[in-house]
C-alpha cells in the first residue's frame, strides 16, 4: 500500500490564525480525501480532494473554513481558517490506489489544539 | 438514527480471550465492508475487507458479514496485548468512493 505522510504531525494554535496541514504520498494515486476526527468521535469526511479541480465538499464543511488544494497526484493541502477551539481535532488524509477500488488507506494525522 | 451503530465500549478482555466486535447498518446498499485498527496516536490501518456477505478470515481475524441482518462482526482469537486499540468497521455502496464509518470500539486486552 501507499506510504502517506502528513506535516505537521501535531501543532497548537491560537484562536483566529490558520493551519496547513500537508500530505505527501510515496506514488500517484487517484484520489485524496480529507477527514476529521473529533475526540472519542468516529471519522467525518470534509472532502474530496479533486487533482487540478475544485475539492467536493461534504454537507457541513465548506470552502471558506476548509480550503483544499491538490496540485498533483501525490499531494494535497487542507487548511483549517480562522480557528476555533471547536477545530480541535485529528485530521486525516486517505487515499485510494486505483480508480475502482474503494479501500482507503490512511496518514496518522495531524493533532490539533486551538486555544 | 446514523446509518451505521458501533457500540464504542470500551471492552476489556483478558489475554487469550476470543474478541467479538459488531456493527449494525441502516442502508441496504451498502457492499463493501472493512474493519480498520487504530492505535492510539495513529491513523486508521486496513484490517479486514470483504464484499458482500459471507465469512472470511485472516490469521486470528475473521470478519463476517450477514447481509440479510444488516449486521458485521469482526473475531479475534487468541487476542494478545498487541491487539489493544480501537477498531472501527467502514461500509461503502457499490460504485461510490465515500466510507462510511462506526464509532469505533476500544478494545484493551489484559495480560
Known amino acids: 500500500s501507499a506510504v502517506i505522510s502528513q506535516k505537521p504531525s501535531r501543532d497548537i494554535c491560537q484562536r483566529g490564525t490558520s493551519l496547513t496541514i500537508q500530505c505527501q504520498v510515496d506514488?500517484?494515486?487517484?484520489?485524496m480525501f480529507w477527514y476529521r476526527q473529533q475526540p472519542g468521535q468516529s471519522l467525518t469526511l470534509i472532502a474530496t480532494a479533486n487533482q487540478g479541480s475544485e475539492a467536493t465538499y461534504e454537507s457541513g464543511f465548506v470552502i471558506d473554513k476548509f480550503p483544499i488544494s491538490r496540485p498533483n497526484l501525490t499531494f494535497s493541502t487542507l487548511t483549517v481558517s480562522n480557528m476555533s477551539p471547536e477545530d480541535s481535532s485529528i485530521y486525516l488524509c486517505?487515499?485510494?490506489?486505483?480508480?475502482?477500488?474503494?479501500?482507503?488507506?490512511f496518514g496518522a494525522g495531524t493533532r490539533l489544539s486551538v486555544l | 438514527q446514523k446509518e451505521v451503530e458501533q457500540d464504542p465500549g470500551p471492552l476489556s478482555v483478558p489475554e487469550g480471550a476470543i474478541v467479538s466486535l459488531n456493527c449494525t447498518y441502516s442502508?441496504?446498499?451498502?457492499?463493501?465492508f472493512m474493519w480498520y485498527r487504530q492505535y492510539s496516536r495513529k491513523g486508521p490501518e486496513l484490517l479486514m475487507y470483504?464484499?458482500?456477505?459471507g465469512n472470511k478470515e485472516d490469521g486470528r481475524f475473521t470478519a463476517q458479514v450477514d447481509k440479510s441482518s444488516k449486521y458485521i462482526s469482526l473475531f479475534i482469537r487468541d487476542s494478545q496485548p498487541s491487539d489493544s486499540a480501537t477498531y472501527l468497521c467502514a461500509m461503502v455502496i457499490q460504485g461510490a468512493q465515500k466510507l462510511v464509518f462506526g464509532q469505533g470500539t476500544r478494545l484493551t486486552i489484559n495480560p
Open positions: 470483504t464484499y458482500s456477505s
Open positions: 486517505s487515499v485510494t490506489q486505483r480508480e475502482w477500488e474503494n479501500i482507503q488507506y
Open positions: 442502508n441496504s446498499a451498502f457492499q463493501y
Open positions: 506514488s500517484q494515486v487517484t484520489m
